[in-house]
């Protein structure tokens, strides 16, 4: 009986992550969203294929890592606290939401202790809802062009991230997701037309990733479509 739990799972897992990439085209990274998943579901999707797990809280993502194989690539895509950045600079492949020029100084700073370099999103405010974090495409300007940026070196602007508003209204979705695309070309052609490494627009997550890629996605972050429920 037991086993048969444990197969199903696995199952389970893989079979979503297999639907997931015969749907997705393969110039679209797929980042599973493992967060509130225990160490044992990441291994089935890891089994599976997986390679590119995303979390959004420091000391669930830092108790992980250790347990974890190490050619997973971790994207942190929750809100980050400056003083927390120094637990996760060892190791963590990407950092999906920058929202400020401190934080970005403090991932530089950190980086650079490491000995390496880490790829960052922007995270821009596309919401019409007063809780999610982002920056407006004047803020981004602001740190862009700021001199303290020119000085940073261990840090890599890779593009842009963006949550929709959660609502059934697939209109609006698509309005905000095309809102960040729009972004994503202005961004790129104010401060990146010689630098091919901004070239990435994380949208889309299990309820939005089809709308996000009619939308110019190129990382969906998918956890409630790959894990199921909570
Ligand atoms: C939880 C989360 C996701 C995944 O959401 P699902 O609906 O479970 O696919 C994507 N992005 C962020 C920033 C998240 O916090």
Known sequence: MHEFIIDFHFMHIKDNLEALYREIPPCVKIVAVSKTHPVERIREAYEAGQRL???????????????????????????????????IAPFVSMIQSVDSLKLLAEIDKEAKRNNRVIDCLL???????????????????????????STFK????????????FTPDERRVRKEFRLLTHCFYALQSEFFSHDKCFHEISMGMSGDYKIALEEGSTIVRIGTAIFGGK
Do not use: C
Request: proline residues 5%; aromatic residues 10%; charged residues 25%.
């Open 154 to 165: 261990n840090i890599r602007i890779a593009g842009v991230m963006g949550m929709a508003t």
């Open 123 to 149: 995270e821009m405010f596309i919401a019409s809802e007063e809780t999610k974090f982002g920056l407006d495409p004047d803020e981004a300007r602001a740190i862009l062009s700021s001199p303290a940026f």
């Open 53 to 87: 797990f995303g979390e959004n809280k420091v000391q669930e993502m830092t108790a992980k890592q250790p347990l974890l194989p190490d050619d997973i690539s971790w994207h942190f895509i929750g809100h980050l606290q400056s003083n927390k950045v120094k637990y």
